[in-house]
């Protein structure tokens, strides 16, 4: 009976994974503070911020991505970068990429699809399917629990709230999402993640050939380093944490 990863081994990877994820937020912060180093007057920068705390990230190394964005510790050459494509069985993809380096990053890119039935696609190919939104989760494990969400969310402006599996999903558009989660956290309800992103106006399915491909394809795009965020419009199997 083979032995499984040691302690040690767990440690590392998990170290490895948080460092990434680190990466990432530094990333986005920094790039947020362009428009601001301020968070109470720049919306994008307080989001990156309520991240990178969530997360554990030490005011210190919030403060310092800060600064390099905002241009008060010596200036940063990264940039936005948006990639369209597809991936198996059509799957619709968006790829939002922070780089120094667009030629590596835009490499990496499509090598990760050319590998997984996908392709590039070109500016605007599939970025029609989908649509700016703003994204609540919260814990909503009683009935009760969903009321109050559904009460707060609908009062302060929310468009929908969508229930199911001991959680919720309050949706509202960019414009009113801050309005929104201050008054959710006034009401006493903490979000479990909160942030804008791209959403599909609707979901296919994917037949059970294509779908092992599909989550390879999304894990290897997710631990891309320049790659921030994927969006997909793909159904996807229920997957049990792995708290």
């Not at 990053?105 to 499509?110: G, H, I, K, N, S």
């Not at 989760?137 to 969400?149: G, M, N, Q, W, Y």
């Not at 009460?151 to 929310?158: R, W």
């Not at 106006?201 to 059970?208: G, I, L, Q, T």
Request: contains cysteine; negative net charge.
């Amino acid at each position: 009976m083979g032995r499984g990863p040691s302690i040690e081994g767990r440690k590392n990877a998990e170290d490895a994974k948080r460092a990434k994820v680190f990466t990432k937020l530094i990333r986005e912060i920094t790039i947020a503070a362009r428009g601001g180093g301020d968070p109470a007057g720049n919306a994008r920068l307080r989001i990156g911020i309520d991240k990178a705390l969530a997360a554990n990230m030490s005011k210190d190394t919030i403060e310092r991505a800060v600064k390099r964005g905002s241009g008060a510790d010596g200036a940063d050459n990264m940039q936005e970068v948006r990639y369209e494509g597809y991936g198996p069985s059509g799957v619709a993809l968006i790829i939002d990429c922070m780089t120094d380096n667009t030629t590596r990053t835009v490499a990496e890119v499509r090598h990760a699809l050319s590998k997984n039935s996908g392709n590039l696609g070109t500016t605007g190919s599939v970025a029609f399917q989908f649509h700016r939104l703003g994204e609540i989760v919260v814990a909503t494990p009683t009935a009760d629990a969903e009321e109050k969400l559904l009460e707060a969310a609908l009062e302060a402006g929310a468009d929908d709230v969508q229930n199911g599996d001991g959680k919720s999903t309050v949706l509202c558009s960019p414009a009113t999402f801050e309005d929104v989660k201050k008054a959710l956290e006034s009401a006493g309800i903490k979000p479990l993640s909160a942030e804008i992103g791209m959403r599909p106006e609707n979901r296919v399915s994917v037949p059970d050939a294509a779908m092992e491909e599909l989550l390879d394809l999304l894990e290897w795009l997710e631990d891309l380093d320049d790659v921030q965020e994927v969006y997909h419009n793909a159904i996807l199997p229920d997957v049990p944490s792995a708290d």
